[in-house]
């Protein structure tokens, strides 16, 4: 996982109707799995050749992802590092630090204040960060050194991982951190509850000076603290579906 964004549903155009694919995988961060996942859930005839040719998703887990000008500007302009020397690149949130690994010996390591501004706009309003739409997700959180965590959210997801490993594909261990999972997806559900409120307030603020706003505060406290909004009611409806990643803590 690279960080850097990519619009992956557009090659599925090529995929399917230049080269004639007909069983894809689609990889990529949560957004693409959902954008994929409607695809999928969609009725529309036109879309049809979407659906029989998309056979599994998967997403990593993914805290922000970043336009191309991180490469360009940030790290081959501003750290004078070119471009063809960048082996890979690992976010790691809870140290706050972009770590740019080299090809060769070294690595660059860049605070993430640096790299804030090259996230993609439509990141600060994401709600998924653990893959949810995905039939498999996969990533860091939760997993012991030098292994990723796995979530089969889907019966697909987990016959494609019985298969793996049963092919010898992949090697499984036991140990996982179930609460830094949970913990992972809590802080995004913190940060969505704190827009929602800031946007309430927005609201409320505007009512004051035109009475006709009356309703959309209502409509929107309704959201937040009434019988479906309230908390309880939007974590059973966040895992109602989840399936197996119920059992992995998220």
């Known amino acids: 996982m690279q960080y850097l964004w990519a619009p992956v549903l557009t090659a599925l155009n090529e995929a399917i109707f230049e080269r004639q694919l007909?069983?894809?995988?689609?990889?990529?961060?949560?957004?693409a799995a959902q954008g994929a996942r409607c695809l999928l859930?969609?009725?529309?005839?036109?879309?049809?050749?979407?659906?029989?040719?998309?056979?599994?998703?998967?997403?990593?887990?993914?805290?922000?992802?970043?336009?191309?000008?991180?490469v360009s500007d940030l790290i081959e302009r501003s750290k004078g590092v070119p471009r063809e020397r960048v082996r890979r690149l690992a976010v790691s949130p809870t140290e706050g630090t972009l770590t740019v690994t080299l090809w060769g010996d070294g690595e660059l390591s860049?605070?993430?204040?640096?790299?804030?501004?090259?996230?993609?706009?439509g990141c600060?309003?994401?709600e998924d960060y653990l893959g949810g739409?995905?039939?498999?997700?996969?990533?860091?959180?939760?997993a012991p050194p030098s292994h990723a965590a796995v979530i089969a959210r889907t019966s697909l997801g987990e016959m494609a991982l019985r298969n793996a490993w049963g092919l010898g594909l992949l090697e499984l261990c036991a140990e996982i951190d179930r609460e830094a999972l949970e913990a992972a997806r809590a802080d995004k559900g913190r940060r969505l509850e704190a827009e929602a409120l800031a946007g309430?307030?927005?609201?409320?603020?505007?009512?004051l000076s035109d009475p006709g706003k009356r309703a959309q505060v209502k409509e929107h406290f309704a959201r937040l603290y009434g019988p479906r909004g309230s908390k309880a009611a939007r974590k059973e409806e966040e895992h109602g579906g989840c399936g197996a990643c119920a059992g992995a803590g998220c």
Do not use: K, W
């Open 110 to 121: 860049i605070p993430l204040t640096e790299v804030q501004p090259f996230t993609r706009r």
């Open 133 to 142: 739409a995905a039939d498999l997700s996969i990533g860091a959180i939760g």
């Open 22 to 31: 007909s069983a894809l995988a689609i990889v990529g961060p949560p957004c």
């Open 41 to 70: 859930d969609a009725t529309n005839a036109r879309l049809r050749p979407y659906r029989d040719a998309i056979r599994l998703i998967v997403a990593a887990f993914c805290s922000g992802m970043y336009v191309p000008g991180l």
């Open 124 to 126: 600060a309003f994401c």
């Open 200 to 207: 309430l307030h927005l609201l409320m603020l505007g009512a």
